[in-house]
Nanobody
Framework: QVQLVESGGGLVQAGGSLRLSCAAS????????VGWFRQAPGKEREFVVA????????YYADSVKGRFTISRDNAKNTVNLQMNSLKPEDTAVYYCAAGTHPQYSDYEGWYDYWGQGTQVTVSS
């Protein structure tokens, strides 16, 4: 079992930055790919970014490419999401998810464990 806890959400003005963190339990975290997804009010949850278990590979949704950066520290069992140049359309609940595979996916069903989510609100 893996437990995930997100933190770092909040309210920020457009153009600002936030850093989300996902803290994981478990001794084999480096074997888990991690993805970030988000869900805006009235919309389906969508893929944002993912990172492989080793941290050597990443994959970004086009909507965040160049603005968001994912990284992980397997020694600390954490994954971070640096979000810059935020836009009002980035407003959503952000979830981190871990899959029992070292390679990532943009498919929700790939991931076995989910955090409770953290709210990100970007004001215009």
């Amino acid at each position: 079992q893996v437990q995930l806890v997100e933190s770092g959400g909040g309210l920020v003005q457009a153009g600002g930055s936030l850093r989300l963190s996902c803290a994981a339990s478990g001794r084999t975290f480096s074997t888990y790919a991690v993805g970030w997804f988000r869900q805006a009010p009235g919309k389906e949850r969508e893929f944002v970014v993912a990172i492989s278990g080793s941290g050597g590979s990443t994959y970004y949704a086009d909507s965040v490419k160049g603005r968001f950066t994912i990284s992980r520290d397997n020694a600390k069992n954490t994954v971070n999401l640096q979000m810059n140049s935020l836009k009002p359309e980035d407003t959503a609940v952000y979830y981190c998810a871990a899959g029992t595979h070292p390679q990532y996916s943009d498919y929700e069903g790939w991931y076995d464990y989910w955090g409770q989510g953290t709210q990100v609100t970007v004001s215009s």
